[in-house]
């Protein structure tokens, strides 16, 4: 009985263990990163969306011990969507760095450091579309993202739906921090991913402008 305990426990523990270093971004898609591309002129047609409630930026990164969850709580953007068509429409979202959450208070403080976001030397990120594509059942999501002082053109498979005079777009997908410059690295034995996982949820509604 003493021995079958025992057994038990070792699989118990190496449940836990393989949960805990779990890869998140192992079974989603990886983003297209390419030297920056022209950023097209905005659409003067169409209707004028803002970033309305229920939009949010997440992400989640891992080391080999575990994973931890974040985002932004501040960030605004405009849809311009022209004709009910996304593919004739633009996106462009600018997020206050400064508003990095992590579910961990130390954690948060860290991520806001020079280790990785420097939020202090650069407080904006942006994106900028430059196409929207069509792709099976999605969208191919294109355009330039400035993160931690870099520019790099990146396409994602995003899902977008219009309804009536609003749309909403969604996306989950993995992109590598280094492409970024953001380098630290972590502890020998509690090595930090490079893949980080990104959850988009873009709320367009109508400008009162």
Partial sequence: ???????????????????????????????????????PE????????????GSSIGFMGS???GSHEGGFHSFEGEIRLVDGDPTRSS?????????????????????????????????????????????EDHYQMVGNLTLHGITKKISFPAHITVEGDGTTAEAEFSILRFEFDIKYEGKADDLIRDAVLLKLKLVGVPSES
């Fill in 1 to 39: 009985m003493k021995r079958l305990n025992f057994l038990l426990m070792l699989c118990l523990v190496a449940v836990v263990a393989i949960v805990g270093c779990a890869d998140p971004t192992r079974d989603k898609p990886k983003a297209v990163v390419e030297d920056a591309a022209p950023v």
């Fill in 42 to 53: 905005p659409p003067t047609v169409g209707v004028k969306l803002v970033l309305g409630e």
């Fill in 63 to 65: 080391k080999v011990t």
């Fill in 91 to 135: 996106v462009s979202v600018s997020i206050d760095t400064t508003s990095l959450w992590a579910d961990n208070e130390k954690l948060t403080g860290h991520l806001k450091s020079p280790d990785f976001f420097d939020v202090a030397t650069y407080p904006t990120a942006m994106f900028e579309s430059t196409e929207i594509n069509p792709d």
